[in-house]
């Protein structure tokens, strides 16, 4: 399966073109943003569980990050309400549940085999934050290919320099305007590095989280 493959190419998905499709596990489906492969795939996706739901044990192999959108996400390392950002390296093993249901941002596969930290941030704790360039900004993972972020960036100001770096963009509360078009909350950008456009927050500012770096491309190594 292969949904958004070209990675030289932008991608965005507003918040309200979202198709929900069932997943393999009763209770929890999917909104696929980017896919290359079939069930084990390097991909980044909206899932969402409703309550009492779960999937059995796995591994992930590429590793896997995490940022709780809503409810509580849970697993045998502990629960984590909206706001939690998870990262757990490849090779990491978990199963997956919530009591009262969760919406979840999902990015698989797309770990260097050499990472090796496991993280849990709490983006909810002040003490996460810190005022930079006149905005705030909870760092969640930086090493020499990427940096990961949750920014809230005030209103009509420019989400991100676009044309070092291959960017993501997740909204995570308020809209964003990109390329003439409105994206609110829920909605995804992924753009190649050297974009000329102007992503910016619309009147009420936004709440986005942003990866940018060389982006790992571990498709080869993901079997159908």
């Not at 569980?49 to 896997?64: D, I, K, L, T, V």
């Not at 999902?106 to 260097?112: G, T």
């Not at 290919?145 to 291959?166: G, I, R, T």
Request: with cysteine.
């Amino acid at each position: 399966m292969q949904i958004n493959a070209d990675f030289t190419r932008p991608v965005t998905i507003s918040a309200e073109r979202y198709h929900w499709v069932p997943s393999t596990q009763p209770g929890v489906e999917r909104m696929m943003l980017d896919r290359i492969g079939g069930e084990k795939a390097r991909a980044t996706t909206v899932v969402r569980y409703a309550a009492n739901s779960s999937f059995p044990c796995h591994a992930h192999p590429g590793g896997e990050e995490i940022l709780v959108l809503s409810g509580t996400f849970s697993d045998s390392s502990g629960d984590y309400p909206e706001g939690w950002y998870l990262r757990n390296p490849p090779a990491s093993s978990h199963t997956p549940f919530s009591h009262q249901g969760a919406t979840i941002f999902v990015k698989l596969w797309q770990m260097r085999p050499d990472d090796s930290q496991t993280l849990r941030v709490n983006t909810k704790d002040p003490k996460n934050w810190q005022i930079q360039h006149g905005r705030e900004i909870c760092l969640l993972f930086a090493d020499q290919y990427e940096a990961v972020s949750l920014q809230k960036v005030p209103m009509f100001s420019e989400v991100c320099d676009l044309a070092p770096n291959a960017t993501e963009i997740f909204v995570v509360s308020g809209s964003i305007k990109y390329d003439g078009n409105d994206y609110p909350q829920g909605s995804w950008l992924r753009l190649p590095k050297g974009n000329t456009s102007n992503v910016h927050a619309n009147e009420q500012g936004a709440t986005v989280y942003i990866k940018q770096g060389e982006f790992v491309n571990l498709a080869s190594e993901v079997t159908s």
